[in-house]
């Protein structure tokens, strides 16, 4: 996935107009904004969808000191691992206990850890997808799902970390939708996704379970009358009791990272 080396780059894309249409004052700042992830490329109104999705950033490699930070989390949570009893876990988690592995569901597919932190499964594994599971096993309380939707803003310690969540979660994935409406659908269902009724007056509403007792639940809303196109990520009320919400961050922005990989392996195979 491209990545932009400075702001002149981003600069050429636009079409230095100034319009403040971005909330900038010239598109010299807007490009600014972006090169220092505060801004979203896809804000600017003149840049098709299809290169804002080409230039979205890799997050889980564009910084390596965000993977240093994640490489010591992950080594410290397998510390933790060698202190908690894996059976009495598996009855909180809704998890199977053999004796050796905890066997977790994560998008409908098998997730093995052991008492070292070790990792069995046929999904792809990266801290973004790693750190969550290690987290709901050592901190979740095992409530269940009440079925009441909110924002990541409105979970516990979630509102300061909101724009940088909308950033790197919510935008990326919009930009997906936008591009590849149908293929959503198509990768909801890959992993292991299920539409339902519509909430919120939206297109489209999916819900996912990337853990047994952590829904999430995406509503995409098409462009319409004049309006742009706006994607919204939820979760149950219950999920900062059972995830700290750095960890419900990186789920987020797992399951952005899962919707854009395949789009762009994909969505060239679209007539």
Known sequence: MAQFKHTMEIFNLLNKS????CGKKTCLAFAATVFKGEKNLNECPFIDNATALKYQEDYESSS????????AFMEEMREQMAGVNLEERS??????????WLSIKILGRDFKIDQHGKIATTIHV???VAAPV?????????LEPTGKWVTFRDLKGGRERYPLFRQRCE???????????DLFNDMVTVLN????????????SVVMHVLPRVPVMICYWQPEDGMESSLNIYFDETADQNLDVGAIFSMGAGLTQMFTKMALTHGSQIP
Do not use: H
């Open 126 to 128: 990266n801290p973004w």
């Open 64 to 71: 390596n000191i965000l993977q240093e930070n994640q490489d």
């Open 193 to 204: 996704g299920k539409e339902v009724p519509r909430e919120f007056q939206s297109d489209i």
């Open 171 to 181: 935008l990326p994935m919009k930009g997906v939708a936008d591009v590849y409406t």
């Open 18 to 21: 100034n319009c403040r249409q």
């Open 134 to 142: 290690f987290s709901y096993v050592l901190n979740a309380k095992g």
């Open 91 to 100: 009855k909180i988690l809704d998890a199977k206990f053999d004796g050796k």
